[in-house]
């Protein structure tokens, strides 16, 4: 994978723009579901998402072909996430009421061009409790979390894409553990 | 819980597969008579199967094309400017 991706890369340096399809082919789902459940909401996950792959592309001739390209991107990513928590509005959530509207908030609006069976819906019900815990956590227990359970990196890769010791990171993995267990236990 | 905090960190180390052989002989030790530290165990494993549960979520059908089009235009005269 990383050579098919190392030569995407090497096509694009030389300006060939087309060899960046397959590459944002290949993290767009890794690269969106870390948006989503950083931010918890599609729209802004979908902007900063396409912003990250666009910074990549701009960027492209910073990055070292001697490391991982995904831990590259990865980092651009959750900077990404992370500016734009820290710079949210907080009087916009999705399980805020829409406007003129009884009992209806974002999360029925984003549902609501797929008609589900009764237990798909229980599904995403008890997704979108769990997707609110998340939210709860602050930023630096959330990246970790979302990296490690969401994105599934080792230890190793999100200490470099947060550019933190590997002891930081085990630290706040367990007290964004413990911060879940008190918010989970009772589901 | 009133077990130390090292008992803690021993569970949370085991989480992270990231034990050492003797730390793990005595947490297993300590988790057959202790029911507070194994229900803690429990909570803390059925916390991070409900995170991973939701973990399958796709990028949107036009992702990569409302990419392509809003990448900036190559500028094959004046050289690369990125």
């Known amino acids: ?187 | 819980m009133k077990c130390s905090e090292q008992m803690k960190e021993r569970i949370h180390h085991y989480l992270d597969n990231d034990i050492k052989q003797e730390d793990e002989r005595i947490l297993r030790e300590h988790l057959q008579s202790c029911t507070d530290c194994t229900q803690h165990l429990h909570e803390l494993e059925k916390s991070i199967a409900l995170v991973q549960s939701t973990s399958h979520i796709e990028a949107p059908v036009d992702f990569t094309q409302a990419i392509m089009g809003r990448l900036p235009k190559e500028k094959k005269t004046v050289g690369v400017n990125r």
């Open chain 1, 1 to 187: 994978m990383e050579t098919i991706v190392k030569n995407r890369i090497k096509q694009v340096k030389k300006g060939d723009q087309n060899a960046f399809a397959e590459i944002v082919d290949i993290y767009k789902d890794k690269i969106y579901q870390l948006c989503y459940r950083m931010l918890g909401n599609s729209h802004e996950a979908e902007d900063i998402a396409q912003e990250a792959f666009i910074r990549a592309y701009v960027n492209i001739n910073s990055y070292d072909m001697d490391k991982k390209f995904s831990t590259w991107l990865y980092r651009i990513a959750t900077n990404l996430t992370i500016d734009r928590i820290r710079k949210k509005k907080p009087d916009f959530y999705l399980d805020a009421e829409v406007t003129g509207t009884e009992g209806l908030t974002m999360y029925s609006q984003v549902a609501a061009d797929v008609a589900l069976p009764e237990d798909q819906v229980e599904t995403m019900e008890l997704q979108q409790m769990i997707q609110k815990e998340i939210l709860k956590l602050p930023d630096k227990y959330r990246s970790v979390i979302v990296l490690k359970y969401i994105d599934e990196l080792s230890l190793i890769e999100i200490s470099e894409i947060l550019d933190m010791p590997i002891g930081t990171v085990k630290t706040r993995i367990h007290r964004g553990r413990e911060a879940l267990r008190k918010q989970l236990r009772h589901l």
